[in-house]
């Protein structure tokens, strides 16, 4: 079998990018042993794989990944399959239209001790991070598991969900927020939270119809109405987002 060429360049240009040797040899289609040996005859070194744990206490940043990671984020686990192996990727991704939103995730990220790369395809800015143990604790919360997370912190996570869901707009010379969402056990966690920093809102389920472009083929989707009896202009002067402010 002819071995696969892999160029010094190619090797670099992932090491920049922060990749482990495993990482790289993912990347490259080869096996971690072929790296190896041919790291033997380039006069470059790769980093080692480092066994990163995440600051999982309560924080201010964590509460907004999770309030991100609920609206456009995504975190999974995925097997691929390279030559004879089977591999599992587990990935925390955002993709947006904001490049303020990412900056801000990606931020949050640092702040939390988890490396992450952002990259621009098409018109959406996508953050994406590798990390074992965030991903399996990730999976296991349950909503009652976050709402005791983010005490004390409920502004920023509520925060992180707006910039993923959120709008901030005029009607008839009047503001209004409006936060929708698709799935109602998820949209009624976020209506809990939302009482609880006392801002007045209205729960709604608006129908429309199996042609929705937003919503796919979906009959209902929900929404979270926040009009001047609730002061729109509080939640926003609350949570400081860094997008859909003015």
């Known amino acids: 079998m002819v071995e696969k060429i892999i160029s010094e360049s190619e090797i670099k240009k992932l090491i920049k990018q922060g990749y482990t040797q495993e990482k790289i040899a993912e990347n490259l289609g080869i096996h971690y042993n072929t790296l190896l040996r041919k790291r033997k005859n380039m006069n470059f070194i790769i980093r080692k794989k480092i066994t990163s744990y995440p600051n999982l206490n309560p924080s201010s940043h964590l509460s ?61 800015y996508h953050i994406g991070a590798y990390n074992k143990e965030f991903v399996l604790w990730y999976k296991k919360l349950s909503f009652g598991n ?7 912190y409920e502004k920023d996570f509520i925060r992180g969900f707006y910039e993923s869901e959120g709008s901030y707009y005029n009607a008839n010379g009047k503001k209004y927020v409006a936060i929708q969402g698709t799935k109602k056990d998820l949209m009624l966690f976020i209506s809990k939270i939302i009482n609880k920093l006392g801002i007045y809102h209205k729960f709604n389920r608006i129908k429309v119809g199996k042609t929705s472009f937003s919503y796919g083929i979906r009959e209902f989707y929900y929404q979270i109405h926040i ?20």
Not at 96 to 110: C, H, I, N, R, Y
Not at 119 to 124: A, P, S, T
Not at 227 to 246: D, H, Q, V
């Open 64 to 124: 907004y990944i999770l309030g991100a990671l609920l609206g456009d984020g995504n975190v999974q686990i995925c097997k691929v399959r390279i030559k004879k192996w089977n591999v599992f990727i587990r990935q925390i991704r955002l993709a947006v239209k904001d490049e303020k939103f990412a900056d801000s995730f990606q931020s949050s990220l640092k702040s939390i001790g988890l490396h992450s790369s952002k990259n621009l395809y098409g018109k959406l």
């Open 227 to 246: 009009r001047k009896g609730g002061n729109p202009k509080k939640l926003i002067e609350m949570i400081k987002p860094c997008i859909r402010n003015a």
């Open 146 to 152: 976050i709402e005791k997370l983010i005490i004390g």
